[in-house]
């Protein structure tokens, strides 16, 4: 059974940084891409940070360039969201996920790409 569980959002003022973590159990990460997406209420879940396979290639929307890094520890199995210089339309719960294929040659955008979901992590950001 694969499982990934996210942590590390809470409340910070608008500025400040948050790093979330993603730690998956039931499969390896090594051979797939990994994704952060976040969700508004009331809004389609975005693609927020994705990478490739071993790293070698990053995607980020447009609204998060130069403020937040995604990295992969494939010896934890884990996942990072750097945040920095959050802005209050940061708010919203964030949710890593796994690719459905392995070694696909560019992190894909689109959540019909991803197979496996985590609970997510709120993230707010008070002004």
């Known amino acids: 059974q694969v499982q990934l569980v996210e942590s590390g959002g809470g409340l910070v003022q608008a500025g400040g940084s948050l790093r979330l973590s993603c730690s998956v159990s039931g499969r390896i990460i090594s051979t797939y891409a990994m994704g952060w997406f976040r969700q508004e209420a009331g809004k389609q879940r975005e693609v927020v940070a994705a990478v490739k396979w071993a790293g070698a290639s990053t995607i980020y929307a447009d609204s998060v360039k130069g403020r937040f890094t995604i990295s992969r520890d494939d010896a934890k199995n884990t996942v990072y969201l750097q945040m920095n210089s959050l802005r209050p339309e940061d708010t919203a719960v964030y949710y890593c996920?796994?690719?459905?294929?392995?070694?696909?040659?560019?992190?894909?955008?689109?959540?019909?790409?991803?197979?496996?979901w985590g609970q997510g992590t709120q993230v707010t950001v008070s002004s």
């Open positions: 996920a796994i690719d459905w294929l392995q070694y696909r040659s560019e992190p894909p955008r689109e959540v019909k790409d991803y197979k496996y």
